[in-house]
């Protein structure tokens, strides 16, 4: 009983430190949302449609770039849920969503 609790302990801290390094989100599903719900205003590639770069400018951060991806998970989604132009799109979030979403965006990293 020891052995196997002394086996088990380093198995069980380990998955504990590194789940969450890997994120709380499904990439496949937040692509699949950000296709459908994101993708006409921040492009395919996450760096905007050219409406929206003109529109916003230096305001409009490329998602795969290094300042956005260099955020937190939890700052990404405060910043999605206080911008003026996402407020209706809030709404209709599913719990779980917006997790994905920035799951999908992480593998926009350049």
């Not at 950000?34 to 905007?48: F, L, N, Q, T, V």
């Not at 770039?65 to 849920?81: L, S, Y």
């Not at 209706?88 to 997790?99: C, E, R, S, Y």
């Given at each position: 009983?020891?052995?196997?609790?002394?086996?088990?302990?380093p198995?069980?801290?380990?998955?504990?430190i590194?789940?969450?390094?890997?994120g709380?989100?499904d990439?496949?599903?937040?692509?699949e949302?950000?296709?459908?719900?994101c993708?006409?205003?921040?492009?395919?590639?996450?760096?905007?449609?050219p409406a929206?770069q003109?529109k916003?400018?230096?305001?409009?951060?490329?998602?795969g770039?290094k300042?956005?991806q260099?955020m937190?998970d939890?700052e990404?989604a405060?910043?999605f849920?206080?911008?003026?132009?996402?407020k209706?799109?809030?709404k209709?979030?599913?719990p779980?969503?917006l997790?994905?979403v920035?799951?999908?965006i992480r593998?926009?990293?350049?």
């Amino acid at each position: 009983m020891l052995k196997t609790l002394r086996l088990l302990v380093p198995v069980v801290l380990a998955a504990i430190i590194l789940v969450p390094a890997f994120g709380a989100g499904d990439a496949e599903k937040g692509k699949e949302l950000y296709m459908k719900r994101c993708k006409s205003c921040h492009a395919e590639d996450g760096a905007g449609t050219p409406a929206m770069q003109k529109k916003f400018g230096e305001k409009l951060l490329p998602l795969g770039g290094k300042e956005v991806q260099a955020m937190k998970d939890a700052e990404i989604a405060k910043k999605f849920n206080e911008a003026a132009n996402h407020k209706a799109l809030v709404k209709t979030l599913q719990p779980g969503d917006l997790d994905n979403v920035i799951a999908f965006i992480r593998t926009l990293k350049k």
